[in-house]
């Protein structure tokens, strides 16, 4: 290869991973952006776009020199002569990928670092996921939720768990990522800075549920976020329990729709009372009205003994006998009862 040739190809590599580079890079791959970790991420994928296009170009061009080059001519029935090796190309295809591949490592790592630095005044929300649900606790402020509440321009920090098989958090205009893994806590932080309602996407297949398994989150101002916090019973107020009204009907239905969404059963039922239209498990409002308040409570801690028709065993937890305390389980059998087909009041009564 003489020295005018090499030039030219090294120039066609260049020009190609323009090219590339330019068109992948108008791409707008992870749409609305809704964090201060943004900015640094897609950053980030944008140079690891360019290095990409410049691999691929370098892999493209050779390839095409190559076919051009050294093809057969008609009628040569012969042989390739042998290679013995060429150690000046080794070293250049050991060292360059090197090179680049460091490179991507350490600047991930120094992205990484600057964007789950902790800070001081960060709201701290402990995440609860199993299939196929989240949950929401706000420690400091004493609630419970099936929503994620954030305040705008606020670090976040959540304190991921998973009861049953790994799920993972993402909230995509936000950019960060993690998994929630069974037996071990993860945190992941970010800040949004962008109001408005978002989702919370479980990102790792974890059952058949995995595609319904979402949640609102939503990024508000400080004063709706404390306005939020008070209707849920929370803050320095601590509304504590039941105000006025609502009678023993109103208590129970309220106290079992709470236990029936902070276990997730909406994740995967139809429940008309709980407005829940989920169909990975059976139809509540179907099945519950031929049962007796034993047999559903049976069904709740130990889902595989009696299946419906069409649904396979190991799909529903069985973690809910060690989740509920004994009065939660009697509060969601009783809510379950009395409600389930639109609510035939008196049946089962007390
Ligand atoms: Cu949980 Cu996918």
């Not at 944008?46 to 691999?55: R, T």
């Not at 042998?82 to 250049?92: D, K, M, S, V, W």
């Not at 059998?333 to 008196?346: F, W």
């Amino acid at each position: 290869m003489t020295r005018a040739t090499l030039f030219r190809l090294v120039a066609a590599m260049l020009a190609l991973t323009v090219v590339i580079s330019v068109v992948m890079v108008q791409i707008d791959w992870n749409g609305v952006a809704g964090s201060t970790e943004a900015d640094d991420i897609d950053l980030l994928l944008n140079v690891m776009i360019v290095l990409s296009a410049f691999v691929y170009s370098i892999v493209l061009v050779m390839l095409g020199y190559s076919i051009w080059r050294y093809r057969a001519k008609p009628g040569d029935e012969s042989d390739g002569e042998p290679i013995h090796g060429n150690t000046r190309l080794e070293i250049a295809w050991t060292l360059i990928p090197t090179i680049i591949v460091l490179f991507g490592a350490g600047y991930s790592w120094f992205i990484l670092d600057k964007i789950e630095a902790r800070e001081g005044d960060r709201l701290e929300v402990d995440v609860t996921a199993q299939q196929f649900a989240w949950r929401f606790e706000y420690p400091e402020q004493g609630v419970t939720a099936t929503e994620l509440h954030v305040p705008v321009d606020r670090q976040v920090e959540l304190n991921l768990e998973a009861i049953d098989v790994i799920h993972s958090f993402w909230v995509p205009e936000w950019r960060v990522k993690k998994d929630a893994v069974p037996g071990i806590t993860t945190s992941v932080v970010a800040t949004p800075d962008r109001e408005g309602r978002f989702q919370v996407i479980c990102t790792e297949l974890c059952g058949i549920g995995h595609s319904t398994m979402r949640a609102p989150a939503i990024v508000e101002s400080q004063e709706d976020f404390d306005r939020w916090i008070a209707d849920q019973g929370g803050g320095e107020g601590q509304a504590g329990g039941g105000g006025g009204g609502g009678g023993a009907e109103g208590d129970l239905a309220a106290a079992g729709q709470q236990i029936f969404d902070e276990q997730g059963c909406s994740g995967c039922h139809t429940f008309a009372a709980a407005g829940a239209t989920e169909t990975v498990g059976p139809d509540l409002d179907e099945v519950l009205p031929q049962r007796s308040a034993d047999e559903i409570e049976q069904s709740i801690i130990d889902p595989d003994a009696e299946l419906s028709p069409g649904f396979a065993r190991g799909i529903m937890p069985d973690t809910f006998e060690d989740a509920l305390s004994a009065d939660e389980l009697d509060t969601l059998v009783r809510y379950l009862s009395e409600n389930a087909g639109g609510g035939k009041s008196g049946a089962g009564g007390q």
